[in-house]
């Protein structure tokens, strides 16, 4: 993330928990009590992307009715969504791409961010502009462990949240890299759970995902 640091328990939003939900909500309803289900499974740090059109109903129901949440938005792709997400109470960003333009805002809106990569040339361009935590994605089509483990020699300083095709038998390969903060995935959030609102069953997939760790099931 850039600086400013968050406004959360960890320096950075990459080191709040091992994994990141993204998060695509389809009913206002469902807010609230995912992002409830999640935290208390202990993943605090939920990424709700702008994939519909309550997205930013969403994060503001979550931002305002789930004290223990750390509510980004996700799929950032224009200065005008910035402000909007930053004003319904986002405290970290995520886009899956960057323009110039984009990280100036970004930078400009005071909090986190981690705007997205797939190549070295986008890494090494967001370096000099001073930024060093980063979204790899699509992970997996763009790679997966294999190319940021290739990163990591030449480029220690950049950390990334790699997203995309990543579940729980992967990630634990992403989080033993050194340039690995955490992962983002859905796989905690089955579409029959949610369209079932069985927040029980999203609590304890959650509590597996924050258990997860490099090379095994517990941190």
Known sequence: MSTP??????????????????????ELADAVPLARALVAGGLPAIEVTLRTPVALDAIRAIAGEVPGAVVGAGTVIT?????EVVAAGARFLVSPGWTDGLVDAMRESGVPFLPGVS????VVALLERGVREMKFFPA???GGTAYLKALAAPLPQARFCPTGGIGPASAPEYLALPNVGCV???????????????????????REAAALSAGGTSR
């Open 5 to 26: 640091p968050p406004s959360s328990p960890a320096d950075s939003v990459l080191d709040l928990a091992p994994v990141v939900p993204v998060v695509v909500v389809d």
């Open 119 to 122: 190549t070295t040339s986008e």
């Open 79 to 83: 200065a005008e969504q910035v402000g």
């Open 140 to 142: 997996e089509a763009a």
């Open 184 to 206: 983002g995935g859905s796989w905690m959030l089955p579409k029959d759970a949610v369209a079932g609102r069985d927040w029980g069953r999203v609590e304890a997939l959650a």
